[in-house]
């Protein structure tokens, strides 16, 4: 019979989803946990310290959430917001991460840049401090690990609906135990799309609303969550067909761009091309719905939009 290591799937399950003290694969297996176990086995020990790291930082937004209105927020400029909470669980998450990889560069929120090998952490420990402090229930927690600044893992987690969103690089995007594919829409007719309004760079509203101007007939709705992570996340699932945003931060997009393009979707910048963590303007899609909102919004931005 073969013996499974209990230290990675701990730390991936909540009590409820699996018991931990249970002692073999087969144990598993007759509960139905087999297509769970096979995923584990295969699952890269890196993504797996990211889940464990997102896991704790979900619950410590879960724990604070009857008691918001005690919460100590500060003001990093206009629009933008920290929390205590958002601090604690950046803290949770770097301290998992640099236990078991002293060596690795961060880059997170709230602390900044620590630097260490080509190995970078990049993280957001609460994405939608604005939707969380006000009690609207869309946020989540996301990490993605670059090499070089390349995108190898990625998890977005969204501790209110215990919705884990991970991929890793070459080997897909998952939602849970299920794999996760972006949609196969053919144009922007009939598609939902997600975006975020610039609430914190006003000076690009008037562009933005005109890029909203040029999608919103054809589509089927604009969908305004809160949470660029799970804008991204979703459409990696295939609930959004496309989403675009403007002046977003490396952390808001890096886990959730992985996801989409392991899904089998398209993230790019304004012009097309591949630097949207630098300059923080994002389209992502399905093939077709990426090259149609790419075409769609080209016409109307300004020269500082442009890529
Ligand atoms: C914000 C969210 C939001 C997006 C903002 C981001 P934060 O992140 O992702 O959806 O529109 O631009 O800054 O500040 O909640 O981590
Ligand atoms: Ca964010
Ligand atoms: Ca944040």
Partial sequence: MVKFSFSAVGSLFSDSHLDVTMQTTADYCKMGHFPVLCRLCTMNPMLNIAIKAARRAGSVMLRSMDRLDTLNIQSKEKNDFVSDVDRQAEAEIIQILHHAYPKHSILAEES???????????????????????????????????????????????????????????????????????TKRKSLDGALLG??????????????????????????????AGSAAIDLAYVAAGRLDGFWEIALNPWDMAAGA??????????????????????????????????????????????????
């Fill in 195 to 224: 975006t975020g309004f610039p609430f914190k760079q006003q000076q690009h509203l008037d562009v933005y609303l005109n890029t909203f101007r040029a999608l919103f007939p054809d589509s089927a709705g604009i969908r305004r």
């Fill in 258 to 307: 992985l996801l989409v393009t392991e899904a089998g979707g398209v993230c790019s910048d304004f012009s097309g091309a591949g630097d949207f963590l630098e300059t923080g303007n994002i389209i992502a899609g399905g093939l077709d719905v990426h090259h149609a909102i790419t075409k769609a919004i080209q016409p109307h931005l300004s020269d500082a939009l442009k890529r």
């Fill in 112 to 182: 900044g840049s620590i630097e260490g090998n080509e190995y970078q952490w990049i993280i957001d420990p609460l994405d939608g401090t604005t939707n969380y402090l006000h009690g609207f229930p869309i946020f989540s927690v996301s990490i993605a690990l670059a090499f070089n600044g390349d995108l190898l893992h990625a998890v977005v987690y969204d501790p209110l609906r215990d919705e884990l969103f991970t991929a890793s690089k070459g080997d897909g995007a998952m939602l849970n135990n299920r794999r996760l594919r972006t």
